[in-house]
Every structure is written in structure tokens, then in C-alpha cells.
């Protein structure tokens, strides 16, 4: 194997799951976010001697995940509508109040829109300061604040609606 490729085969290795992660929680769908990584990596692995030479490779990775994520919801017929989630596994042993509150704040992921939706799990699920956020998606950092306040604040709102039947004022 040559030294390129192992070198991509390690940052694959190291990085793959904190980008999967981070494609699932803007997107809102772990089949789409799958997707999202693996063009990702396929685009990556072209461009990885660039990406080598000027160094960072996670962040260039992170912001192809980010942009393709938020970028299909813009795009109508790359939509994908799910008819039901099926679970991956059987559930067991009485887990269901850690994922409960877990489900509850992926609900409410989905209320958000695509820029709020994208600061509000880099700044506080990745937890990126607001330069790092407002460099990974190419905006100002006063955009960043005020997508992200909004964002948690309609984030409250969708989870008080959901525990109580009435939206917090």
C-alpha cells in the first residue's frame, strides 16, 4: 500500500465516526448521512495530496459533510421522504430514558432549518467556538450568533412543546 493511501486509510479510520455523526445531526437521516461521508471520503481521497500539503484534513473534511448535508435539503428532488424508521435493534433492558431525552433533541433537530440546524450542532454538539463555526460555513460570525440563539431558542420551544402540549413563551 503506498504511503498516500495509508495515510487516508488512517484519517478515515480516525475521523469516520465523528463525521458520520456530525452528517446525522445536520441532516436528521443516519441513511443520508452514510451517504454523505462516503462521497465525502470519495472526494477527499482525490483531493487528499492537496489537502496533505496545506494541512487540517479534518476540517476540510468536516466542511464537505456540513455543506453536502445542508446543501440536498435545498435541492427538491434530491429529497428523500422516509415512510417509517425502523429500528436498528430490539430493545432490551430499560435504556429508555437516556434515549428517550437523546430522541427528543433529534425531534427537535428537525424543527430547525438548515443554517440553524448546521451552527447549533457545530457550535454546541462539536463545540466549535463562532470563528471555527463561521469559517466551516463560510459566513460572518455575527450570522453564526444569531443563527445559533435562534436555533436553541426554537430548540426549546420543540422540546417544551412536545413534554408539556404547549409551546414556552
Known sequence: MAERDREFVEFVEQA???LRRTAFL???DRHRADDIVQDAFYRLYLAWPKVRRVGN???YARRMVVNAAY???RRPWRREVTIADVPDTVAGDDFAHGYAERDEVLEALKSL???QRACVVLRYYEDLSVEQTAELLGCSEGTVKSQSARGLDTLRRAIDLRRTGRAAL
Open 71 to 73: 446543501d440536498g435539503k
Open 57 to 59: 484534513p479534518l476540517a
Open 113 to 115: 432549518g438548515p443554517r
Open 26 to 28: 445536520v441532516s436528521g
Open 16 to 18: 469516520g465516526a465523528g
